[in-house]
Every structure is written in C-alpha cells, then in structure tokens.
C-alpha cells in the first residue's frame, strides 16, 4: 500500500511540472501577441524547466572506451547483460579513482552506458569481475525508482527555491559601501529592492508548507517502495551468480581491504603485473590449502580475463599512479 502511495505522490508531483510547462506554452501559443503573455509563459517555462528531474549524466572523469580499443571487455560486458536480462550496454567508460562499477540510461537519448572503476576492477579475479558487472546490472534503476527519485528531487528544489531564498550577498556588500561612502546619508531602511525581498521570502515561507508537507509524506513512504526495489535487484543478480560470491564482493568492496596493499605497491614504484599479482594472492588462499590460479567463471575465463588486462594495461598505468589519492 505504501508503494503505491509513493507512486501516487510522485507522479501528482511529476503533474505538477508538467502543468507548468502546459500552461506556459498555451500562454504563448494562445496570446502570441502579448508581451505579458510572453513574459508568463516563459517564466512557467523556467519554472517547469527547473523543477524537470535530472537525467544522469556520465562522470566528468569517465574515459570512454571504444568497443575497438576493448573487444574482449565488451564482449564480457554484453555476455553478462544478457545473463542478467538488462540492454546491453552501447557505452563502456573507465574511471581511474572509483572503486565501484555503475549501469544506467544516460542523457535525453537514454543509451544503456556501464561504467567501470579501475582500482577494485584491478584487484578482482575472472570470477569476481563478473559479479562485480551483475552487482552493477541488478542495480540499473527501473521505473518506480525513476519516478519515485525524480520526485524527491523536484520536491527538494521547490523547497530551496521556496525556504532558502535569501537576499543576494553582493547586493547587500554594495548597499553597505555605498552607505558607508555617502556618510549615511545614503542609508534608507526601506528600499523597493527590499520590501520586495520581504514579500518574496514571505511568499515562500506560505507556499513552502505544502512543499515541505509533501516531501515529508514522500520521504516516509519511498523506503517501502526502496525496500522493495533492494529486493527486486538481488533476484536479478542472483539470476547469474550465486549468494555466497554476492556476500564476498559485498564484504570485499565495504572493507576496502583490497585498496591499502595496492597503494602501498604503487608508492613503491612496482609495475601493474607485480601489483595485480599480488591482489591476486587473497583469492588463492582456500580452506583446502593454496590454488595455483585464481578461480574462473562461466562467462570469463582467467585467459580472457588476462586479454582484457592487456586491452587495459595503459589504462592501469595512468591509474595506479593516481591510487595515492584515494582515501
């Protein structure tokens, strides 16, 4: 019930932005030839075009990797999709500091784009890196997560524009020289610039009730429907691998465990081979004694993993000089 109460709000709210954008476009349409109706319907317009929830973007820091450049990462990429029952992806990217890997629409023309941290990349056997691409899969955002979060976003700006408006800092340092170059004589206490600050934030602090009313109710219904989102993101992971290796890289990534030995390998100056050997040596240790290689996986084999350690090994050398930054 709490669910769909959410997505009730959340669509009233997602309405409500659309509303605006109706209303400033039938201003203009249907009074082209009034400069007020002109100056409604494009504020309505900016207001509907602030209030619109926000695409994601690629990371600034991403580098896109060309399916030419990484044959083999491309196609471990489109295999796992295809286990995990989600597009493929048209864009893979790397990031040198981010240690986790991300799946999602990117931009208005919504392409499936996979984007892949190099330094827990770096550290994780063929087995694991596969897990690591279903973890990112399972968590592609669905619609009920879209709509949900986009409302709780459209809320959160109607109340900073509504609640937080405050008079512009450099207003008030010109006004502050100007009287104190006037010798006073320049300080009226009531100025229209002002008064109209006054009643605009007292417009806001009114209006703002219902804002704040609603992003409460919001806020105390979405972790039903989150609940049930976390769920519906396991299933589809443990559609390609098992518990007990989701636990592992789970445990793996939260303790950063991994990161420390690389960093300290880096600042020694070792090569990327020496470096990823040793990361390594932690997925050769088993109850049963000492592997002679790490453990593959159905869709990557360890030679395959190692030809998509070659496609990347520039990639790896810019990065392990940046793994002192990460904290």
Request: net charge neutral; glycine share 8%.
């Amino acid at each position: 019930m709490k669910r769909l109460l959410a997505l009730v709000l959340a669509s009233l709210v997602h309405l409500m932005t659309l509303g605006f954008a109706a209303v400033g476009l039938w201003a203009i349409a249907a009074h082209a030839g009034s400069l007020i109706a002109w100056l409604l319907g494009g504020l309505s317009l900016a207001v509907a075009w602030v209030l619109r929830p926000h695409l994601p973007a690629l990371p600034a820091d991403a580098e896109v990797l060309e399916r030419a450049a990484a044959p083999e990462l491309h196609a471990l990429a489109d295999r796992v999709a295809d286990r995990v029952g989600v597009r493929r992806p048209r864009v893979v990217a790397l990031r040198d500091l981010a240690a986790d890997a991300w799946y999602g629409p990117v931009g208005a023309a919504r392409r499936p784009v996979l984007v892949v941290g190099l330094p827990l990349w770096l550290a994780l056997p063929a087995r694991q890196r596969v897990t690591l691409l279903v973890t990112a899969y399972a968590r592609a955002p669905g619609g009920e997560e879209l709509v949900v979060g986009g409302a709780m976003e459209t809320l959160e700006a109607w109340r900073e524009a509504l609640m937080e408006a405050a008079p512009l800092r450099v207003r008030e340092e010109a006004q502050t020289r100007i009287t104190a170059s006037s010798l006073g004589y320049a300080d009226q206490p009531g100025t229209a610039y002002e008064v109209a600050g006054f009643f605009g934030r007292l417009v806001g602090r009114v209006l703002g009730g219902p804002v704040l009313l609603a992003r409460y109710a919001l806020a105390r219904l979405a972790p039903a429907s989150q609940e049930a989102v976390l769920r519906r993101q396991r299933e589809r992971a443990l559609r390609a691998v098992p518990a007990q290796e989701l636990a592992e890289l789970e445990a793996l990534a939260a303790g950063r465990g991994y990161l420390a030995p690389m960093q300290a390998a880096a600042l020694r100056g070792e090569s990327v081979a020496a470096i990823r050997e040793g990361a390594l040596t932690r997925f050769l240790l088993t109850d049963d004694g000492v592997l002679t290689s790490a453990p593959d996986a159905e869709l990557l084999s360890g030679a395959d993993s190692d030809r998509v350690d070659e496609e990347l090994r520039a990639h790896y050398a810019r990065a392990v000089r940046g793994f002192g930054l990460i904290s």
